[in-house]
């Protein structure tokens, strides 16, 4: 029987087959021996050991799509970041860690501004001229109007999605309102694995539809990722490549030196300066912390 992985506690892997409802399973010593470790949104073969009380064995992890190292999940097609586009205004700085994140692990992105109905047209352009420069999809939404959720429905639709944002945005009552055609099967999921707990501590991916799932990750704000270093972090602003062939030195920061060309592209409005403050920011976080 083949299921995904939609949460893991302590050692048990709660198995989400389609059709079928949750199994909570072990996971062999095989994997140990092998050093891997089950995943949050893994496609794993269970074997049922009491289909009454649906309690399972691991047996194997099919390949994976891909992993992330954070949060530690696999399988993942894309990224939604979930802000608000007021009450509170949008902390760009922790909005710019997790596209960097996500860019340093090849994870695609779409930014939702949340509570659009609270902003003008104008205001909706200034965010835009902010990010859209970097190439990401940007989609105002709002629960309370009804703007672009069934939009947003059709983005996720039958992928694997990782979604972060800070508290206060209305991320909660965006994910409810995307799960109301299923509410009955992600409540039976909710009961099982006690949906509500552990929120700050462990993923938990919730089955939206068809192939559809949707991951609740645990807040983050250190940009820790083994190997990332201070001279990646330019590579992680896409609009920033196309001008990094005009820098004079090779190695430029983009930051101090003479004829940059990122700076020169800054000065000519071809970057935002928003992202750009962000960006020298996180590079003088990254070279003050200390190596261990």
Known sequence: MQGKIVKGISGFYYVHVVGTGIYECKAKGVFRNRKVKPLVGDNVEIVVLDEEKHLGNVEEILPRKNELIRPAVSNIDMALVI??????????????????????????????????????????????????????????????????????????AEKTTTVAGPSGVGKSSLINELQTDVRMQTG??????????????????????????????????????????KEDLWTCYPEFVPYEPECRFIGCSHIGEPDCGVKNALAEGKISRVRYDNYVMLYDEMKNIRKY
């Open 83 to 156: 802000f608000a586009a007021a009450k509170p205004d949008p902390n760009f700085n922790l909005l710019d860690r997790f596209l960097c994140m996500m860019e340093y692990q090849k994870v695609p992105v779409t930014i939702c501004f949340n509570k659009c109905d609270l902003v003008s047209e104008e205001e909706k352009e200034n965010l835009q001229k902010i990010y859209a420069p970097a190439g990401y999809d940007i989609l105002f939404t709002s629960v309370k109007t009804g703007e672009n959720i069934d939009r947003l429905k059709a983005l996720l």
């Open 188 to 229: 039976a999921i909710s009961d099982k694995i006690g949906r509500g707990k552990h929120t700050t501590r462990h993923s938990e991916i919730i089955s939206i539809g068809q192939d559809t799932y949707i991951m609740d990750t645990p807040g983050f704000s250190s940009m820790d990722l083994p190997g990332f270093e």
